[in-house]
């Protein structure tokens, strides 16, 4: 009965809370500039450095204080062993190396207590698989757990594309895209990116195309000089873009209008019906277009006031929308004050304070508006990781280590500058003795360089070598520290991947000690566990929403029956078939890594058939041996004629008689008395006879 008009009534309303007198253009900007120096004062000039210094590990930019006046004399070159790196990766593949699925259940029912299965929580969970392995979001997750080791938080941002489409998706395509951390500021009360209010996404665009998309503010538009870690194609002519989304709640009075019939209810604000009014009267005086529920309800007008009074616009509106008209099987309760928890509102300004139209400003029949209202959540889901006292913003793992990995760095190089030195006899020569002295001295080492005497030097110095070499003395015991230190970045790689896994003999540890470590390592990720976890179900419940906001249109796709079978089911048809998301509940499922699942299932079948516990040929199943079946066949042949022939050599006499016995029915078969050749059946007598034999054997 009443239009979609919730979007614009809460813009109203948040207009009115932020308050302030003149131009909302300029009240708008000074809210979102207010903020956004908050949040950039709040992650402070250390997050950025840390930040910055994780980035520089993940990119292998080795060693971090190369500038500082301690080393900026070394010439040599820098030997890396970047542990954190490989370390970081291990986390990755081991949180998201494996399976990612999502499965959507029904709400528990109130009878039973129980999640309800049914055919659209199965049609629903395919969307939503669809919906995540569409742009290959798996890829864009593992970019975002790297943002949240190195720098301290992952952000990525789940929307709805209408202008991409193709044949699974025909409204339009659901985006799921990570977005670089040092671009995204953001406020929140806790300081672990759970509870916040405010985010600023730094952007840029063509400043050219800017002007042609915004004409009304075309000459106010400067190009901005790129700061920070914005990244662009192009570094000139673009304009920096401040994306601020502000989270309000927002107080609206509702109505409640309930169906009696079906035990549903619907809430709408004064606001809608005063804007439902208007909305009427329109019609009623042909400024809008008049749509079929229009004339059914003046219809239905007209029946039930029995006055002559029908041409007053305002009366008929008003009794449209009274308690009056209503009809007999709805109901409308009074007024009652709703506190909306989460109301999100996007506003774009650039750099220089410039506010950027919402709706297209160079079409004069819509009013141009700045403020738009974007959903009951911003699309942004972030993961922090681990949170310092006194700062907003989380710091990545990689900064704690990041010292460590400078000392072994620093350590490693001049350690292996001096063994390659001392290790190398020294030329000595006399300055002006060769004839190709600037190649020889730029590589005497080398076998296709030959030191060419210069006659003159000889001739004045008959008795004197123009070269020597001359050994250094050096410490042996930098070889040992060298090589220890070698051995001990190889075992931190694979050590510890093989303990993680449960591998005992490639990690050098004894079983009691893999043990050990893989507790350890179990109970050292399972915070990160929970965190991919409730970062994967926001996720989930971002493909849930939008699904069922942009895909209620009619539409086939293929889902599981709850036996298991394939089938095409035709959603959004009937209110069987209709998506409702508030209905429905997305668990993410993280599997463990093929290889992890491999390796533990190999050691479990390896336990359970040395210990007689397991059939060889579930034994070849769990190893994934290649026609495991055939082989097991041939085995089971082979260990018979094996069986056989030593029953055999252990007793020649029966060898002898069941040889005699072989050549019976073959000599019965060649000829009977009177010259006649046996029947069959006395063929086929001879022969179980033999296999008879066998047997028994």
Same mark, same amino acid.
């Given at each position: 009965?009443?239009? !979609?008009?919730?979007?614009?009534?809460?813009?109203?309303?948040?207009?009115?809370?932020?308050?302030?007198?003149?131009?909302?253009?300029?009240?708008?900007?000074?809210?979102?500039?207010?903020?956004?120096?908050?949040?950039?004062?709040?992650?402070?000039?250390?997050?950025?450095?840390?930040?910055?210094?994780?980035?520089?590990?993940?990119?292998?930019?080795?060693?971090?204080?190369?500038?500082?006046?301690?080393? +900026?004399?070394?010439?040599?070159?820098?030997?890396?062993?970047?542990?954190?790196?490989?370390?970081?990766? /291990?986390?990755?593949?081991?949180?998201?190396?494996? !399976?990612?699925?999502?499965?959507?259940?029904?709400?528990?029912?109130?009878?039973?207590?129980?999640?309800?299965?049914?055919?659209?929580?199965?049609? #629903?969970?395919?969307?939503?698989?669809?919906?995540?392995?569409?742009?290959?979001?798996? @890829?864009?997750?593992?970019?975002?757990?790297?943002?949240?080791?190195?720098?301290?938080?992952?952000? %990525?941002?789940?929307?709805?594309?209408?202008?991409?489409?193709?044949?699974?998706?025909? *409204?339009?395509?659901?985006?799921?895209?990570?977005?670089?951390?040092?671009?995204?500021?953001?406020?929140?009360?806790?300081?672990?990116?759970?509870?916040?209010?405010?985010?600023?996404?730094?952007?840029?665009?063509?400043?050219?195309?800017?002007?042609?998309?915004? &004409?009304?503010?075309?000459?106010?538009?400067?190009?901005?000089?790129?700061?920070?870690?914005?990244?662009?194609?192009?570094?000139?002519?673009?304009?920096?873009?401040?994306?601020?989304?502000?989270?309000?709640?927002?107080?609206?009075?509702?109505?409640?209008?309930?169906?009696?019939?079906?035990? +549903?209810?619907? @809430?709408?604000?004064?606001?809608?019906?005063?804007?439902?009014?208007?909305?009427?009267?329109?019609?009623?005086?042909? +400024?809008?277009?008049?749509?079929?529920?229009?004339?059914?309800?003046?219809? #239905?007008?007209?029946?039930?006031?029995?006055?002559?009074?029908?041409?007053?616009?305002?009366?008929?509106?008003?009794?449209?929308? %009274?308690?009056?008209?209503?009809?007999? !099987? /709805?109901?409308?309760?009074?007024?009652?004050?709703?506190?909306?928890?989460?109301?999100?509102?996007?506003?774009?300004?650039?750099?220089?304070?410039?506010? /950027?139209?919402?709706?297209?400003?160079?079409?004069?029949?819509?009013?141009?508006?700045?403020?738009?209202?974007?959903?009951?959540?911003?699309?942004?889901?972030?993961?922090?990781?681990?949170?310092?006292?006194?700062?907003?913003?989380?710091?990545?793992?990689?900064?704690?280590?990041?010292?460590? #990995?400078?000392?072994?760095?620093?350590?490693?190089?001049?350690?292996?500058?001096?063994?390659?030195?001392?290790?190398?006899?020294? &030329?000595?020569?006399?300055?002006?003795?060769? +004839?190709?002295?600037?190649?020889?001295? *730029?590589?005497?080492?080398?076998?296709?360089?030959?030191?060419?005497?210069?006659?003159?030097?000889?001739?004045?110095?008959?008795?004197?070598?123009?070269?020597?070499?001359?050994?250094?003395?050096?410490?042996?015991?930098?070889?040992?520290?060298?090589?220890?230190?070698?051995?001990?970045?190889?075992?931190?790689?694979?050590?510890?991947?093989?303990?993680?896994?449960?591998?005992?003999?490639?990690?050098?540890?004894?079983?009691?000690?893999?043990?050990?470590?893989?507790?350890?390592?179990?109970?050292?990720?399972?915070?990160?566990?929970?965190?991919?976890?409730?970062?994967?179900?926001?996720?989930?419940?971002?493909?849930?929403?939008?699904?069922?906001?942009?895909?209620?249109?009619?539409?086939?796709?293929?889902?599981?029956?709850?036996?298991?079978?394939?089938?095409?089911?035709?959603?959004?048809?009937?209110?069987?078939?209709?998506?409702?998301?508030?209905?429905?509940?997305?668990?993410?499922?993280?599997?463990?890594?093929?290889?992890?699942?491999?390796? %533990? !299932?190999?050691?479990?079948?390896?336990?359970?058939?040395?210990?007689?516990?397991?059939?060889?040929?579930?034994?070849?199943?769990?190893?994934?041996?290649?026609?495991?079946?055939?082989?097991?066949?041939?085995?089971?042949?082979?260990?018979?004629?094996?069986?056989?022939?030593?029953?055999?050599?252990?007793?020649?006499?029966?060898?002898?008689?069941?040889?005699?016995?072989?050549?019976?029915?073959?000599?019965?078969?060649?000829?009977?008395?009177?010259?006649?050749?046996? *029947?069959?059946?006395?063929?086929?007598?001879?022969?179980?006879?033999?296999?008879?034999?066998?047997?028994?054997?």
């Amino acid at each position: 009965m009443i239009g !979609n008009l919730y979007g614009d009534i809460v813009q109203k309303k948040f207009m009115e809370m932020i308050g302030g007198e003149g131009d909302h253009r300029k009240r708008l900007v000074s809210l979102a500039t207010e903020l956004k120096h908050q949040a950039i004062k709040k992650r402070q000039e250390e997050w950025d450095d840390q930040a910055d210094k994780g980035w520089r590990i993940r990119n292998n930019e080795l060693p971090l204080s190369l500038n500082r006046k301690n080393f +900026e004399k070394w010439k040599d070159k820098y030997f890396k062993d970047n542990w954190i790196f490989k370390a970081i990766q /291990l986390k990755v593949s081991y949180l998201l190396g494996g !399976n990612v699925d999502f499965n959507v259940v029904k709400a528990k029912s109130v009878q039973t207590g129980v999640y309800e299965d049914s055919i659209i929580a199965n049609v #629903l969970e395919d969307e939503v698989r669809q919906a995540h392995r569409h742009n290959n979001a798996l @890829l864009e997750d593992i970019e975002v757990l790297y943002d949240f080791f190195y720098t301290g938080y992952g952000v %990525s941002r789940t929307w709805f594309n209408s202008r991409k489409r193709d044949r699974y998706w025909l *409204s339009g395509t659901v985006v799921h895209e990570h977005i670089d951390s040092r671009n995204v500021y953001y406020l929140s009360r806790d300081g672990l990116c759970r509870d916040v209010y405010a985010i600023f996404y730094k952007s840029s665009a063509p400043t050219d195309e800017l002007k042609a998309k915004y &004409p009304g503010v075309a000459d106010k538009l400067s190009e901005t000089q790129q700061t920070g870690m914005t990244r662009s194609i192009h570094n000139e002519d673009h304009t920096e873009i401040w994306t601020c989304i502000i989270r309000k709640e927002i107080p609206l009075y509702k109505r409640e209008l309930r169906d009696t019939i079906n035990n +549903e209810s619907y @809430l709408y604000t004064t606001i809608e019906i005063e804007e439902y009014k208007k909305h009427l009267i329109k019609q009623f005086n042909q +400024e809008e277009p008049a749509d079929d529920n229009f004339y059914v309800i003046y219809s #239905l007008y007209k029946e039930r006031t029995n006055t002559a009074d029908h041409d007053d616009p305002e009366r008929f509106a008003q009794y449209v929308i %009274s308690e009056e008209f209503l009809l007999d !099987n /709805l109901k409308l309760s009074k007024e009652q004050f709703v506190d909306e928890d989460e109301c999100w509102f996007e506003i774009n300004i650039t750099s220089d304070g410039i506010l /950027l139209p919402q709706k297209a400003d160079n079409t004069k029949q819509e009013e141009t508006t700045y403020l738009k209202y974007i959903g009951e959540n911003s699309g942004f889901t972030f993961i922090g990781n681990i949170k310092r006292n006194g700062s907003q913003y989380p710091f990545g793992s990689a900064w704690f280590s990041a010292d460590m #990995l400078e000392i072994k760095t620093l350590l490693m190089s001049s350690l292996a500058m001096m063994v390659m030195k001392y290790n190398k006899p020294q &030329p000595v020569y006399e300055k002006g003795s060769l +004839e190709n002295e600037t190649e020889w001295l *730029s590589g005497w080492w080398r076998n296709d360089i030959a030191a060419v005497v210069d006659p003159e030097w000889r001739q004045n110095n008959p008795r004197q070598n123009p070269f020597d070499y001359v050994s250094i003395n050096y410490d042996k015991h930098t070889y040992i520290t060298l090589d220890q230190l070698a051995t001990e970045s190889i075992k931190n790689q694979e050590g510890a991947v093989d303990s993680l896994r449960g591998v005992q003999q490639y990690s050098g540890q004894s079983g009691i000690q893999t043990a050990q470590l893989q507790s350890t390592a179990t109970t050292y990720h399972k915070t990160d566990e929970m965190k991919v976890y409730n970062y994967m179900s926001d996720i989930g419940e971002r493909y849930l929403g939008l699904i069922s906001t942009y895909r209620s249109f009619p539409h086939n796709i293929m889902t599981y029956t709850p036996e298991g079978d394939k089938t095409i089911v035709e959603t959004n048809v009937s209110p069987d078939t209709t998506y409702i998301s508030s209905e429905y509940n997305v668990i993410p499922v993280i599997e463990p890594s093929p290889e992890l699942k491999k390796e %533990s !299932n190999k050691q479990l079948a390896e336990m359970l058939y040395s210990k007689g516990l397991m059939h060889p040929l579930d034994y070849m199943h769990m190893l994934d041996v290649d026609d495991a079946e055939k082989i097991y066949q041939n085995s089971q042949v082979y260990a018979q004629l094996m069986q056989i022939q030593l029953l055999l050599e252990q007793n020649p006499q029966l060898a002898q008689q069941l040889m005699q016995q072989a050549q019976q029915p073959q000599q019965q078969n060649q000829q009977q008395p009177n010259g006649q050749m046996n *029947s069959p059946d006395r063929i086929r007598q001879n022969e179980q006879k033999a296999q008879n034999m066998m047997k028994q054997v």
